[in-house]
């Protein structure tokens, strides 16, 4: 005795295509970034930490003095931010402004 059997298969190409072009994204994004890994830094040979290679530090240079005002601009902003948001700033603000008011009121009794 012979059965008919039928069945479909869906083969959604949209999201094999999608699956197949993040994997090769990804695939070619760390291989790139290995090479350039590779290329700034390397790896000291007795203590196994990486250091900048001779291109990582001509690059760190490069960028230094090409966006060095930026840089200080930034780090200046950065500390006096910190020293804003400090509670020894706040208290010496706030002993400044009292003496302030007391040396107003001193010179308002005479």
């Known amino acids: 005795m012979e059965h008919i059997v039928q069945f479909a298969i869906g083969i959604d190409d949209e999201a094999i295509k999608k699956r197949i072009e993040e994997s090769a994204t990804k695939q070619v994004t ?3 970034k290995e090479q ?3 290329a700034i830094l390397k790896k000291d040979s007795w203590s196994g930490y990486m250091s ?3 291109t990582g ?3 760190v240079k490069e960028v ?3 966006y060095k005002d930026e840089i200080i601009a930034g780090a200046i902003k950065s500390v006096a931010d910190s ?4 509670k020894k700033y706040r208290a010496v603000l706030a002993q400044i402004a009292d003496d302030m008011l007391t040396a107003k009121d001193g010179d308002s009794d005479e």
């Open 36 to 38: 350039v890994t590779g």
């Open 30 to 32: 760390e291989k790139l």
């Open 83 to 86: 020293i804003k948001n400090s």
């Open 64 to 66: 230094m003095e090409q």
């Open 57 to 59: 530090q001509d690059i």
């Open 52 to 54: 900048l290679s001779t």
